[in-house]
């Protein structure tokens, strides 16, 4: 079997107990074809961005197992939740619902949660591409899909301090990873994230989590001001400061 992704440059996460993360290579098709961000308010409203799910092999290379329906992939950030490409027939006809919020978190920045929620099982097990298995899950945002879109999640000004993925089984129960700031460009350097990442989880998508598969996907991931932002409101507040004694 073979299916569709797209390639670009992606990030790592810390490991769990049974599933270990690794960066993201690229995203293909299933064939093996590859396919080919001044100040603004900080809340992320109405920016429009690509959501990823699909399968990784042990290169962490992304694989899509949607269909390529132009544009499909992309959604409104702060929208009603929306549909996004569902998954080709041979890897189940998965639909998927994505929905997302943003709450002030009292540090000059943004809480963003986005979660993708599938209507069976967003990694299956028993699939190559590219001639390798595919045996791990691959989950993404702002990515470049190729015709199924290509829109990043960025709102200036803005780091990621902290973030987490987690993988949700039907019952409830699911896996949870802990994402470094270098998983968003450029915040590990305290410059604005580029709105794309990229993971590669290993182990994910083997026939063991078949009878209690893996049907949605959690972010979450804390933003704040960059330093430089910071520095230019606190300037504002001493000048209107020194005005008002004046």
């Known amino acids: 079997m073979k299916f569709a992704f797209s390639l670009l440059s992606l990030f790592a996460v810390a490991g769990s107990a049974t599933a270990t993360v690794s960066l993201g ?3 293909f098709e299933l064939d093996g074809t590859q396919i080919a961000g001044g100040y603004t308010e900080r809340n992320p409203s109405g920016v429009s961005y690509s959501v990823y799910t699909g399968l990784t092999n042990s290169a962490n290379q992304l694989f899509s197992i949607d269909s390529s329906t132009a544009g499909g992939d992309v959604r409104v950030f702060g929208a009603a939740p929306s549909a996004i490409n569902p998954y080709i027939a ?11 919020s943003s709450v002030a978190n009292g540090l000059g920045g943004f809480d963003l949660r986005i979660t993708v929620t599938g209507s069976g ?12 298995a595919l045996s791990g899950a691959g989950v993404g945002l702002g990515l470049n899909m190729g015709a199924r879109g290509n829109a990043q999640l960025a709102f200036p000004n803005n780091i990621v301090t902290v973030a987490f993925v987690s993988l949700l089984r039907a019952d409830g129960s699911g896996q949870q990873f802990s994402l470094p700031p ?6 590990a350097t305290n410059q604005p994230w580029n709105g794309a990442v990229g993971v590669a989880i290993a182990g994910i998508a083997v026939a063991a989590n078949n009878a209690n598969p893996f049907v949605a996907v959690q972010w979450d991931i804390r933003t704040i001001p960059t330093p430089g932002a910071v520095a230019f409101l606190g300037m504002g507040a001493l000048v209107g400061t020194r005005r008002r004694r004046a």
Do not use: C, E, I, K
């Not at 270098?182 to 915040?187: G, T, V, Y």
């Open 25 to 27: 290579t690229g995203q």
């Open 90 to 100: 041979v890897a189940g006809g998965v639909t998927r619902t994505v929905s997302d």
């Open 121 to 132: 099982n967003l990694f299956p097990s028993g699939f190559t591409g590219g001639g390798s």
């Open 182 to 187: 270098s998983f968003f460009p450029s915040s």
